[in-house]
C-alpha cells in the first residue's frame, strides 16, 4: 500500500510540472513574438520565466503551509 503521503507529493508534482509545461508554451510563444533569433536564447529566457513562476507557486504554499501551522497553535 502507497503512503498518502506519497501520493500527495506525486500529485502536486504532476500538477506542477504540468503548469510548468503551459508557462513554457506560453512564454515560448511571447518570445517568438518578441522576435528572439536563436533557439537558445529562447530556451534560456524561457527557464528564467519559469523560474519566477515557480518561486511564485513556492512563496504561495509557504505562506499557507505558515498560516495553517500558525491556526494549529492557535487550536492547542
Known sequence: MVEVSAVTKALTFN????????????????IEK????KFLDKQRLAREW?????ARIRRKRNSERWENEKE?????
Not at 519559469?50 to 515557480?54: K, M
Open 72 to 76: 494549529e497553535k492557535g487550536r492547542r
Open 15 to 30: 500538477r506542477c510540472s504540468i503548469l510548468s509545461k503551459l508557462c513554457y508554451l506560453q512564454i515560448s510563444v511571447k
Open 34 to 37: 518578441r522576435g528572439a533569433d
Open 50 to 54: 519559469i523560474g519566477v513562476f515557480g
